[in-house]
């Protein structure tokens, strides 16, 4: 397929340029199918037949160079200020091209160096981008919306400017802001660059201690805060904040249609707790970072959200959001599911070696259970009998069970302690992830490049070291080498900060221009 696909494309005709076309080329593999029935044979070549659409352009030099560049922010800013240069190939300004501008943003936290046990921002639906930063899992992809768009043109130096508008979150959030400019010269040639930066709410953050979300009733929280500055370090001011609890839950109602029945789950948002502290500064030790312990009462079962809000000194406002789950005797405050479903919560997101993950089940439903750690097999399992007041799971984690494992629990009520008028078996099944830091296994690359510039032709030797996290060195680790370049797509030029944006792999597989690699064994040395 690869071979036809190469020749169908070099054989497709040259269009116009201001005139895209589009080719369907169809791929079918027929040799394997001689040895097969009618019926057979119909089915595989439906399933081996697809198409592709290429679109199709008249190839064109780059004629013009383009530079893009956004202007420092500070917190709270409602307008970005954007500028860009355009500059044909024989040194003249591209005076007069056509400029396109467009704002993207999605809201992010943020993730200070050295104090991944804090949470600062709104974590009330987790946060995915914590792992990329911290672990180096999963990518910082992120889904932007749209914020603003302009039109304009160069000038006679070939320069434009704007100032895009923000739209603000409503939840005092940090964003991630992605600008880009297409430029369009006379010759219809489409350049575009794009930059990335962020803007904070505020001068300070204050960090929630990550600590473990489940909780039996009439256990306070505790809860450990801190004030940070955007460097990180502890802030060098007194900061008065707000604390406000809410407890919710769930009352469940059954109807019964025809042989069926459907649960309808009402949803209560109860006021527990409102108070206001101040976290001090530390002058004397500024480079320690102090918490403050709050106490949070949990008198009643539910999921606590525990929201803190306050003002830097310039009246900029800031929001840090959790969610806790407190369980124990009395109504199960749970949202309940028709059939089998039973969400689990596990206390943490991260694990270690010689830690116990506590499950908490999301189930009105008392009964015993069937646990069984899993990965690609069952790798042990145990029974345990779970009520309103103890409807934890208690796992050992060990050492085999980085860099995840997946824990599912199986809950059966039997017929005989069964409160329903024709007693039957209750059955609730539910799996949760449980990641574990695979910090023994981490490797550690440095790089040195003797020098930042070559020239065409020439040769570049770089050397590294491959450590363990004992910082011992690896003796024939697998290393592979990555010389990207820019790459150009159809008539326009993704640059280095696109492709930074859209991740590293489609950067590397998504252009024309494939980077090439060097695939090699490093020696520790």
Partial sequence: FCAAALAAVLALPARAADKEDKKAISFRDDDALSDLDFVQRQWEQTNREFTIDIPVHDFKRQSLEVTMDIAPLQPGATTVPVSATAINLTGIPASGAKVNWFLRSCPVNFYPKNLSDYEFGDYRNGDSDYWAHYYGAGDDWHKMSLSNTQTGATDMEGKARAELTLTRDKQNRAQLLEASCIITNDNKTNVLRSATTRIDP???????????????????????????????????????????????????????SGEETTVKNEEEQISVFSDEALIPAHPERPEAVLPKRVTIPTNQPGIYTVTITGQDEEGHSFL???????????????????????????????YRAGDTAKILLQTPIEGDVVVMVERERVMRAFCKRVTLSDSVVEVPIEEGDAPNVYASIFLVKGAIDSERIAGMPQLKLGYCRLNVDPEASRLKVACNTPETSVLPGSQQKLSGTVTDAANQPVKGAEVTLFVALLAVHGAGIMDAGFAHHIGFAGFLYGFDNLPAFLHGHAHGH
Wanted: proline share 6%; glycine share 8%; hydrophobic share 35%.
């Fill in 202 to 256: 505020a001068k300070v953050y204050i960090g929630l201690k990550r600590d473990s979300r489940v909780s039996s009733m009439n256990c306070p929280l505790q809860l450990d805060l801190i004030a940070v500055g955007l460097d990180g370090k502890s802030y060098s001011r007194d900061i008065p904040v707000k604390i406000d609890v809410t407890r919710q839950i769930f009352v469940p109602t059954c109807f019964l």
């Fill in 320 to 350: 840090t959001a959790s969610e806790y789950w407190v369980y124990g005797e009395g109504c199960s405050p749970w949202r309940c599911y028709n059939g089998l479903g039973m969400t689990l919560v596990p206390d943490k997101t991260l």
